[in-house]
T-cell receptor, first 110, second 113 residues
Framework: EDQVTQSPEALRLQEGESSSLNCSYTVSGLRGLFWYRQDPGKGPEFLFTLYSAGEEKEKERLKATLTKKESFLHITAPKPEDSATYLCAVQAGSNYQLIWGAGTKLIIKP | KAGVTQTPRYLIKTRGQQVTLSCSPISGHRSVSWYQQTPGQGLQFLFEYFSETQRNKGNFPGRFSGRQFSNSRSEMNVSTLELGDSALYLC????????????FGPGTRLTVT
């Protein structure tokens, strides 16, 4: 069964303390992996799409990487405004339906 | 380009009633997906429509239904509301075929009393 697992469930960091969020997947024929950020009570905001192992994408303090089994979202020198829930999803095989992880709640303390 | 819009933004209904939520996708997007999100829960997939046809369906009871119109706008309907249907309902659109990210609307907050 296709599955996406995110860890940790929650992460508390001090402002400026870099860390990584993990998204591991077991699917047949990965076609794309997506990262989103969601603020409370709002719709998820798209961040990155990764298509193949070895691919990396960056945006401000965020960098997403992809291997054959997992993806990491690296956060460098985070600020309080980076606090949010980060979600990852995959599209696999011939199915257009996205498979979602449960998310990592990130809290950055000033 | 205008983003995904959802109406209404907030809704309060009584148990046993029915409700219809509306979603207008980004111009040119032909796929619309619906999700339910409850506190502490991840995104629960309801269904996806592409070119007026349901392409995928999640594991929800038949009380949840949807449709898509020729202009790609979509509606979802929940009949015989239950207290557990209280949630944030999110709509997302993408071009349709291929591997593309979904873009989400702001959601409709449904409260069932």
């Amino acid at each position: 069964e296709d599955q996406v697992t995110q860890s940790p469930e929650a992460l508390r960091l001090q402002e400026g303390e870099s860390s990584s969020l993990n998204c591991s997947y077991t699917v047949s024929g990965l076609r794309g992996l997506f990262w989103y950020r969601q603020d409370p009570g709002k719709g998820p905001e798209f961040l990155f799409t990764l298509y193949s192992a070895g691919e990396e994408k960056e945006k401000e303090r965020l960098k997403a990487t992809l291997t054959k089994k997992e993806s990491f979202l690296h956060i460098t020198a985070p600020k309080p405004e980076d606090s949010a829930t980060y979600l990852c999803a995959v599209q696999a095989g011939s199915n257009y339906q996205l498979i979602w992880g449960a998310g990592t709640k990130l809290i950055i303390k000033p | 380009k205008a983003g995904v819009t959802q109406t209404p933004r907030y809704l309060i209904k009584t148990r046993g009633q029915q409700v219809t939520l509306s979603c207008s996708p980004i111009s040119g997007h032909r796929s619309v997906s619906w999700y339910q999100q409850t506190p502490g829960q991840g995104l629960q997939f309801l269904f996806e429509y592409f070119s007026e046809t349901q392409r995928n369906k999640g594991n929800f009871p038949g009380r949840f239904s949807g449709r898509q119109f020729s202009n790609s706008r979509s509606e979802m309907n929940v009949s015989t509301l239950e207290l557990g249907d209280s949630a944030l309902y999110l709509c997302a659109s993408r071009p349709g075929t291929g591997v593309y990210e979904q873009y989400f609307g702001p959601g409709t907050r449904l409260t069932v009393t």
